[in-house]
């Protein structure tokens, strides 16, 4: 019998991408009430607490649509620089540079309004108190077993280490990206960092965790379905490295894009490797049962580009209408999931 885990990426407000695709397939076919389990990361996380915890679909678009500025609640120094940053404009002073984001000296958003979304989203129950499983990344600043960081996998499984802790808690931890929203306390546990630094498609995580907990038996037991956040159009040309030895800090974490350079090259580039790895390493253990659908994006759009949610949501619903391979996604899902 087939174990069915519905996966989504991170991406912040790119989010309502997956949402949006979610709702498609859940109209179609009901994927939803079918699912056996839930994975996600940063913001995919937040999707997956939030269904388990059994949030209509609907609700949770909603929430892309008309939330992003209570989720981006600015960290007290909201100035001209962001605002041209998410006009894609660059900074006019240096002056401008050092108080803009994503924070340099400071992140650049509190979390009390990210909080708020996800108390209303999951309620103040447990890990432990979901139906189904569900399983979301972070990245743990502190382990003193290791005396280092740790990757962490949080979920509702019998031996999981933080199955204890709040869905808020797990919501904050996978969510908290780094120069966007501070670390996230949880407990004894110390402080937490976004998932995307190390499983943007939490595919693999997922897998792992599900045959670890006994949910599933071996990788041949496991459907599942993932959702990305919208491939985005970036990388660095080989005209754009003019001299190799050049590329420090200023190059690899500058806040603003340079040419064909994005901003924050080095976030950007340890996200979307990593989400195209586990893509590919979960096709490669669970062939045919393994589906990936994702919207090409015609431009760059930021985690916190929330002014913008009106083209993302127009990029993905020409992407349902028109795409051959969401086509293809909606015949694997017709066949394999319901």
Not at 77 to 93: E, N, V
Request: aromatic share 10%; net charge negative; proline share 5%.
């Amino acid at each position: 019998m087939s174990f069915k885990i519905l996966c989504c990426d991170g991406g912040g407000i790119r989010g309502v991408i997956t949402a949006l695709l979610i709702q498609d397939l859940d109209q179609r076919f009901g994927i939803v009430q079918s699912a056996d389990g839930f994975a996600g990361t940063s913001t995919g996380g937040l999707i997956s607490l939030g269904l388990v915890s059994n949030v209509g679909i609907d609700a949770i678009v909603n929430l892309y649509q008309n939330e992003g500025a209570k989720i981006f609640e600015p960290n007290g120094w909201f100035l001209d620089a962001q605002a041209k940053q998410q006009d894609r404009a660059p900074a006019q002073s240096t002056e401008e540079l050092l108080r803009s984001g994503p924070g340099i000296f400071r992140c650049q958003y509190v979390n009390t309004g990210l909080q708020a979304v996800a108390q209303n989203l999951v309620g103040g129950g447990a890990m432990s108190s979901a139906s189904r499983f569900v399983a979301v990344n972070s990245a743990r600043l502190w382990d003193a077993s290791d005396n280092s960081w740790a990757p962490c996998t949080i979920s509702n499984g019998q031996s999981n280490t933080y199955r204890g802790i709040s869905m808020v808690d797990a919501a904050l931890a996978t969510s908290a990206a780094p120069t966007y929203f501070p670390p996230y306390q949880v407990g004894d546990f110390g402080y937490f960092a976004d998932g995307g630094t190390f499983a943007n498609n939490p595919s693999m995580t997922a897998i792992v965790e599900a045959i670890y907990q006994g949910y599933a038996t071996a990788t041949s037991d496991i459907v599942m379905l993932s959702l990305g956040t919208g491939a985005n159009p970036v990388g660095v040309p080989p005209g754009s490295v003019s001299n190799p030895l050049d590329w420090g800090v200023t190059h690899w974490l500058w806040p603003f894009s340079d040419g064909a350079v994005p901003a924050t090259a080095l976030l950007d580039l340890t996200m979307d490797a990593t989400a195209e790895l586990a893509a590919i390493q979960a096709q490669q253990l669970l062939g045919s049962n393994y589906m990936r659908g994702n919207v090409p994006l015609s431009q760059p759009f930021g985690l916190d580009d929330y002014k913008n949610v009106g083209e993302l949501v127009s990029a993905t619903q020409n992407y349902i209408e028109t795409s051959p391979e969401w086509a293809a996604v909606r015949s694997w899902v017709q066949q394999n999931w319901t």
